[in-house]
């Protein structure tokens, strides 16, 4: 009884946890939690705040940063918005992620990255933080699920909207020259539409354009 | 289900609404209120309001009470504040300090 405790699904919490033993979380939680133990959030949870523990295991949505001073595994059915760190970091397939991931002074997420699907999560997810909206087309792309509502309209707003997409897209070949990863998410739109041509795509350096680029995304997609 | 168990371990600070039963062994600084049966155990602090179907002290509870069915003040349990039930049970051995109003 000292070590496990359960947030039931009903139950919502409008504030911080803290404390040792291990915690399941399968209801709601508006706050941060930090546990000293073993951390499962359930798939009926949320939590919107960040969240660390020894180990966790997340099954449902999180809104804010996961990190663990062990390991941490996004099992399918994971939604996070937010960065993950931690020692160890697994994300099987079926989950969904938003952020920054970082191993343990690691550098090279594609490199360590598991599968084919995702180099194209974690590589987006690598690129310097903010301004990582206009990559995220390649992310949804790849994991197709309806779930997060903010998801939904920017695959849908891609593929099939050819003609909206035409005037950034007559702006993208201008940019291509000077940013690559232009094309890159144009190409991963048309990935959706068409298989994707060319497999995983290859590593570029991430220089997202927080400039026009950026904006004539931001423009397109919402 | 289980429903909600706070471990001795963790601290929650801030309100907790809940639909089913809890059990706290833990520490609790805020607001509680369950449409189930709330439980304090022994060594739980629990500085808040409380409000449940029904409620069992047997811990330390610091806060006003109120239970729409009944509440039961264990031996060992301590309660500082008002309660407010229906029925109202106050064991022998158990410290109490507050108001009582049972709706009459």
């Given amino acids: 009884m000292a070590d496990l405790s359960t947030i039931g699904r009903g139950t919502t919490i409008r504030g911080n946890i803290r404390g040792d033993g291990d915690l399941d979380v399968h209801g709601r939680v508006d706050g941060s939690v930090t546990v000293k133990g073993e951390l499962s959030i359930a798939e009926t949870a949320l939590v919107k705040s960040d969240v660390s523990a020894r180990r966790v295991v997340v099954r449902g949505a999180v809104a804010g940063n996961v990190s663990a001073d062990e390991s941490l595994v996004l099992e399918a059915g994971a939604r996070v918005v937010g960065d993950l760190s931690a020692p160890r970091i697994g994300i099987r397939p079926g989950a969904l992620l938003r952020g920054n991931v970082t191993t343990a002074g690691a550098e090279n997420a594609p490199a360590r990255a598991r599968a084919g699907a995702r180099p194209a999560a974690a590589e987006p997810a690598r690129t310097p933080a903010r301004a990582a909206t206009p990559a995220r087309p390649a992310v949804s792309a790849h994991t197709p699920s309806p779930t997060p509502a903010a998801r939904a309209p920017m695959p849908a707003a891609r593929p099939p909207a050819q003609t909206p997409v035409a005037p950034p897209r007559a702006a993208a070949p201008t940019h291509n020259p000077s940013h690559n990863s232009a094309s890159h998410s144009a190409s991963a739109s048309d990935g959706v539409k068409a298989p994707s041509r060319e497999g995983p795509p290859p590593p570029v350096v991430p220089s997202l354009g927080r400039g026009a680029k950026a904006s004539l995304k931001r423009k397109g997609a919402r | ?104």
């Fill in chain 2, 1 to 104: 289900m289980a429903g909600t168990i706070i471990g001795s371990g963790i601290t929650i600070e801030g309100e907790i609404t809940s639909d089913e039963d809890v059990v706290v062994a833990g520490t609790v600084r805020g607001k509680l209120s369950a449409e189930g049966p709330v439980t304090v155990d022994t060594g739980a602090v629990v500085e808040a309001d409380i409000a449940a179907a029904s409620l069992s002290v047997g811990g330390n509870v610091t806060g006003n009470v109120t239970a729409s069915e009944r509440v039961n003040l264990l031996a060992g349990g301590r309660l500082i504040g008002d309660v407010k039930a229906a029925r109202l049970t106050i064991a022998d051995g158990a410290s109490f300090k507050g108001n009582v109003d049972m709706n009459v």
